[in-house]
């Protein structure tokens, strides 16, 4: 069954300092796997995606994601916080590219940046 | 221009009443949806229309149902609205199923 996992329901981190918000995936299939940015009382905007392409992806406003497969993992990282970046964070996993295709969005990461 | 839109921003209404939440996307995407995201910013698909096609239909109460009147709409009509129901919805579309999707701003619906 496919699912998704976000391991922190809140982080928080100095300005400056490397960001890291971890998600976890289960897929019986070669998954995509995307992060979206939600800014408080915004609708959600995506931040980079992979599909099966280069395992590291860049996205926008500096974060990036590594695909591993065999951790099935798709963390997401910058390597220096932003006070910009306070936002929740949603990891999704994506199973096929049909009318079966299933969307399954994790719980979500809210991310403070302390000053 | 903005890509997904959603009419209104903002609803207020009381427990009973039939309201209906509207989208629209200007970027020749195949798929809509809608989504509602309760307090704890969690998201929960409603549905999924593809060429007018509903293919998701989640399990959510039959007082609400999606309406596409073309591929660039696609409009959520709530029934006999319940306490419950107050949360955020969001519109999103995509080129195809299964692939990247934007969302539009949301609309805060308040049932009283």
């Known amino acids: 069954a496919q699912s998704v996992t976000q391991l922190d329901s809140h982080v928080s981190v100095s300005e400056g300092t490397p960001v890291l918000l971890r998600c976890n995936y289960s897929?019986?299939?070669?998954?995509?796997l995307f992060w979206y940015v939600q800014h408080p009382n915004k609708g959600l905007q995506l931040l980079l995606k992979y599909t099966s392409a280069a395992t590291l992806v860049k996205g926008i406003n500096g974060f990036e994601a590594e695909f591993k497969k065999s951790e099935t993992s798709f963390h997401l990282t910058k390597p220096s916080a932003h006070m910009s970046d306070a936002a929740e964070y949603f990891c999704?996993?994506?199973?096929?590219?049909?009318?079966?295709?299933?969307?399954?969005f994790g719980s979500g990461t809210r991310l403070s940046i302390r000053p | 221009d903005t890509a997904v839109s959603q009419t209104p921003k903002y609803l207020v209404t009381q427990m009973g009443n039939d309201k209906s939440i509207k989208c629209e996307q200007n970027?020749?995407?195949?798929?809509m949806y809608w989504y509602k995201q309760d307090s704890k910013k969690f998201l929960k698909i409603m549905f999924s229309y593809n060429n007018k096609e509903l293919i998701i239909n989640e399990t959510v109460p039959n007082r609400f149902s999606p309406k596409s009147p073309d591929k660039a709409h696609l409009n959520l009509h709530i029934n006999s609205l319940e306490l419950g129901d107050s949360a955020v919805y969001f519109c999103a579309s995509s080129p195809y199923e299964g692939y990247e999707q934007y969302f539009g701003p949301g609309t805060r619906l308040t049932v009283t």
């Open positions: 970027l020749g995407h195949d798929t």
């Open positions: 897929s019986s299939y070669s998954p995509s």
């Open positions: 999704v996993v994506s199973e096929g590219y049909s009318s079966a295709s299933k969307i399954i």
